[in-house]
């Protein structure tokens, strides 16, 4: 099956002062179509700036970026929000909408200007609004919602979309337990491609294809949770003593950092 994002050499610096930081270094993989893959990495490691990459802004600096076998930068911004939907760690606050309204801005995409909502378009919003378990506070003002509350509006919306691919940063850092098993299961069975950044390694073991290790900007694993999730190197990327472990009834990795001084 041919690769969703082919990166070859990719390198992206930002301005910084009168010099430039370089946070992606010499990045080339191939991310498969229908797979959830996990960007794991401490922080600064480059997991947001790699995934706004995708998302078409910032352009890299160097090395060629293929969506669907096109240059990236070639296609045009409406047709990639039909294709793509992009959740950034921060979003710019809404306020004066209710959460239907929030969702319903999924849809823009797929309208002309001043064209109303169909019954279809509702449909689809109520749906989004009822997997992420927000339908019975569709009409509450988003300034009211909890900070999880709010990030699984702003998932809703995504899907409202209707996008193959969605970019999604850090999606479960607000999540109680149970709600961020929720969004992962949904994840999965949307049968979309995902690329999150996650900082938790047992929920990206448990439920992620592809994991994708990154540290200072340079890719140091990628492929399946079992051969990403190495403890010698885990334990020098992360700078912890680390051990993993399969789960002795369901089989799953596990990852259990050692605080320093129960090492010492
Ligand atoms: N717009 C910017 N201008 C300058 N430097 C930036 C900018 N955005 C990010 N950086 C720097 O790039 C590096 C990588 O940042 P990035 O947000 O991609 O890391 P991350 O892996 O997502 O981190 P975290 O886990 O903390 O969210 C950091 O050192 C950050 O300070």
Redesign the pocket.
Known sequence: MSAIYSLQQISLS?P?QRQR?Q?LQDISLELAPGELVGII?????????LLSLLSGCPAPDSGKLLFAGKSLASIPLRQLARQLAFLP?HNPPLTGLSCYQVAALGLLPHKSWFEPDNDYDRQQVLLALSQTGLLEKQQQPVESLSGGEWQRLTLARALVQQASVLLLD?PTNHLDVKHQHQLLQLLLQLKKTVIC?I?DLDLAARYCHTLLL?DQGKVRAFGRPDQVLQPALLSEVFELPVAVSQHPQYGWWQVQFISPQVAL
């Open positions: 930002y910084q930081t946070v990495g401490p922080n600064g490691a480059g997991k947001s700036s760690q850090e950044a900082h990154l």
